[in-house]
């Protein structure tokens, strides 16, 4: 009922009358690494991390989550270690969920800084003006695809080197931008983020196997 469709296990909820807190564990497959993208085989530890959730009636909801730090396997990348994230829940540098994190960007957006702040505070969600703010300025990247997802490539500059755009098409707004055009970093961002149920190329569209996803020649030129 806390968590539909999310890869974790509550393992205890316990708390006072003002604040409820669960204890869970993330039992979703090996994530990759946020740099390379190359799927993680090694544990190295695991931690507790806080994430505020959405409260529960009168009760401030604090989820306790277990999650695994692995070790990135490629040698050629310079990150050596990072924590999973559990997709619907945790985001990288975020301390409250995705859930509750939607929230803030909704009210935030409707209102703006201060009177946002001030809601907050009467429905006591853990959310400062400073914070709501951050949120405008820097929209992360949903952990599950959108239902119907729009891929599309674009030029980074005068159409020599090329990336792939992927929109929300029933929402109507981009959810992320890659920096090629593979196929391999498509599928790869797939695998990352799942849910996406129908999937439609623009009219720019072509996925590369393999290469550098750029042009043989620079479609200015021609
Ligand atoms: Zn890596």
Redesign the pocket.
């Known amino acids: 009922m806390l968590f539909p469709g999310i890869d974790v296990r509550v393992e205890r909820v316990s708390g006072s009358s003002e604040v409820l807190v669960v204890e869970a564990v993330s039992t979703a497959r090996p994530g990759?690494?946020?740099?390379?993208?190359?799927q993680a085989r090694h544990t190295q530890s695991s931690y507790q991390r806080d994430l505020d959730e959405r409260p529960l009636g009168s009760h401030r909801v604090i989820v306790r989550l277990r999650v695994r730090r692995y070790f990135?396997?490629?040698k050629s990348?310079?990150?050596k270690t990072?924590v999973e994230q559990v997709p619907g829940l945790s985001e990288r540098h975020r301390r409250s969920s995705t859930g509750l994190t939607g929230w803030l960007r909704t009210i935030a957006i409707e209102l703006g800084g201060r009177p946002a702040a001030r809601l907050c505070r009467r429905l006591r969600l853990a959310a400062g003006r400073t914070r709501l703010l951050r949120l405008l300025t820097a929209p992360t990247v949903p952990n599950r695809a959108p239902r119907v997802l729009g891929v599309d490539e674009f030029a980074f500059r005068k159409g020599c080197t090329y990336g792939t755009v992927l929109v929300d098409v029933e929402a109507d707004r981009v959810v992320d931008v890659l920096p090629d055009r593979t196929s391999e970093t498509f599928a790869a961002w797939l695998t990352e983020h799942p849910g996406a149920e129908i999937i439609c190329p623009g009219p720019g569209h072509r996925l590369h196997q393999g290469g550098q996803g750029s042009r043989p020649s620079c479609p200015g030129s021609r």
């Open positions: 990759r690494c946020p740099d390379c993208r190359k990135c396997d490629r990348c310079s990150r990072f």
